[in-house]
């Protein structure tokens, strides 16, 4: 089922799937459909929401409208509360698991448990002030119009090695508009706002909290920040199958992984 929400500044583009306990799918800058097919593989268990996050492909956003994880987790609550299916199991990738945080540390009792998988927290690195000047020259220069270094730069910030060669592939030449508008929307909107963001580590603690980590990811600067976000909690990470995007490049695999943690969360029947 496919609808929209209205919300402050925004309308939000989301779709709803199967039956039972509320699980919410989330990434940013990924939108629904790089969901959709792990939310299928879930459909027969559980009700399953994904989204656009505000200002990304069907998800509008007014003129002058920011993207900060506290309005995407206030966005995320009013949605739960709308489906009216919650408490939810919120798996967040990337910068959707930056969201998950955000939700858990202001709308605690809408989650059952949160699922932060790989999150980009920039700032909890003792080199996060090296890093996070990278990032502002990356980003500078991909909103000037070098998108293919900016990208380079990217994947060399993260340590994921991908041939320059690859990257031109990817990224130069003729693409979808509606991809290429939300990727400019991720790196001037909603890339800053998620690595700078800090969480609150004691309040996050009154919280059940999940760190996942692809088992491919080893040494990626996602490894790092997720390890560290682990031991500040006092938890141990969990592994998940692939690397920063498992969830969509192997969804019949990666779902295995994640009913473990479904079956796993406080109130699962």
């Not at 629904?32 to 505000?54: C, I, K, M, Q």
């Not at 540390?105 to 448990?113: D, F, S, V, W």
Request: hydrophobic share 45%; proline share 7%.
């Amino acid at each position: 089922m496919n609808n929209k929400l209205v919300v402050p500044e925004a309308e939000l583009y989301y779709e709803l799937r199967g039956s039972g306990p509320l699980v919410v799918l989330i990434g940013a800058p990924m939108d629904a459909d790089a969901f959709a097919p792990l939310a299928g593989l879930l459909a027969s268990e559980y009700t399953v929401l994904t989204h656009d996050p505000r200002g990304v492909k069907r998800s509008t956003l007014a003129p002058g409208g920011t993207s900060t994880p506290e309005q995407r987790a206030d966005d995320l609550a009013r949605l739960i509360r709308h489906v009216d299916a919650g408490p939810a199991v919120v798996l967040g990738s990337s910068g959707g698991a930056v969201t998950a945080l955000a939700l858990a540390q202001a709308y605690p009792r809408l989650i059952r448990t949160v699922i932060a998988h790989e999150p980009p927290l920039d700032r909890l690195l003792p080199d996060a002030d090296e890093l996070l000047a990278k990032s502002e020259k990356m980003m500078a220069d991909y909103l000037a119009g070098d998108v293919t270094g900016a990208w380079k730069q990217s994947f060399a910030v993260a340590n994921i090695f991908i041939p320059d060669e690859v990257v031109e592939q990817m990224f130069g030449g003729e693409r979808d508009p509606e991809d290429v508008a939300a990727e400019r929307f991720w790196f001037g909107h909603e890339m800053r706002e998620s690595i700078t963001w800090l969480p609150d580590v004691a309040q996050l603690r009154t919280a059940n909290i999940v760190i996942g980590i692809g088992a491919d990811s080893t040494g990626q600067l996602c490894d790092r920040t997720s390890t560290a976000l682990a031991a500040q909690l006092g938890i141990e990470p969990t592994r998940f199958p692939g690397g920063h995007t498992g969830f969509a490049d192997a969804p019949e695999v990666f779902a295995e992984a994640l009913r473990v943690e479904l079956k796993a969360a406080p109130g699962s029947r």
